[in-house]
């Protein structure tokens, strides 16, 4: 899969929308605490835990930490067609985002957490 090399303010405005987008996703899920200031998602846990979702301008990426991990998603846009937002993969596994925020928080909350990308 090839990336479109994005311009900084195509992706300033995919990673805002996609980071907002999160946000409003995940605000309302119990035990777990949720802010996003200046590209930083911040999700914070009862236990102390913490993981983060940024946007890294300089490498055009949205970086994740969590469960002493980290990806880097590049963005992939969507077939002009469909209409679609692009979706963000993570370059060495292949990992989409909202499906790996998906997975850690089920992981971390023991719950089943499904996010619609």
Do not use: C
């Not at 997975?103 to 957490?113: D, F, P, Q, T, Y």
């Amino acid at each position: 899969m090839t990336t479109h090399a994005l311009t900084e303010q195509e992706f300033e405005r995919a990673a805002d929308r996609d980071l907002h987008a999160l946000d409003d996703a995940l605000g309302d899920l119990d035990g777990l605490e949720v802010s996003l200031q200046m590209g930083i998602l911040a999700l914070e846990f009862p236990d102390g835990a913490k993981y983060i979702v940024n946007s890294h301008r300089a490498a055009r990426q949205i970086w994740m930490a969590a469960e002493q991990s980290a990806w880097h998603f590049d963005y992939h846009p969507a077939d002009s067609a469909s209409g679609a937002n692009g979706r963000w993969i993570a370059s060495k596994s292949g990992d989409e985002l909202v499906a790996t925020v998906s997975a850690v928080l089920s992981r971390k909350l023991g719950r089943e957490i499904h996010l619609a990308p």
